[in-house]
């Protein structure tokens, strides 16, 4: 059974920092991506990294404040969010797919075929 599992949203004030994490089983994943929906707004993609070679990418929004990492023997992979606005404000979900991606299509909703449930994270003073 495939599971994605996300953790680490919360409270945040503008300026601070989160970590987020995707505890993903049952997959032997090609690529991992990480999207955000606020309300009224779709789904965005963020970030990605590919397995294989943990190349990573990033919209450019995010760029130089998040950070996307894996963790290989935990089949883990890290969102490190730095810097945060309250813009960054939103659901959080990890998706994953088994397929071979063009990679520069990776923080695109339909490459995914699996979906975590989202974390919530606000940045509120």
């Known amino acids: 059974q495939v599971q994605l599992v996300e953790s680490g949203g919360g409270l945040v004030q503008p300026g601070g920092s989160l970590r987020l994490s995707c505890a993903a089983s049952?997959?032997?994943?090609?690529?991992i991506g990480w999207f955000r929906q606020a309300p009224g707004k779709e789904r965005e993609g963020i970030s990605c990294i590919r397995r294989a070679d943990s190349m990573t990418r990033y919209v450019g929004s995010v760029r130089g404040r998040f950070t996307i990492s894996r963790d290989k023997a935990k089949n883990t992979v890290y969102l490190q969010m730095g810097s945060l606005e309250p813009e960054d404000t939103a659901v959080y979900f990890c998706?994953?797919?088994?397929?071979?991606?063009?990679?520069?299509?990776?923080?695109?909703?339909?490459?995914?075929?699996?979906w975590g449930q989202g974390t919530q994270v606000t940045v509120s003073s």
């Open positions: 998706a994953a797919t088994r397929k071979s991606l063009i990679f520069s299509s990776c923080l695109s909703n339909s490459q995914y075929d699996y």
């Open positions: 049952g997959l032997d994943y090609n690529s």
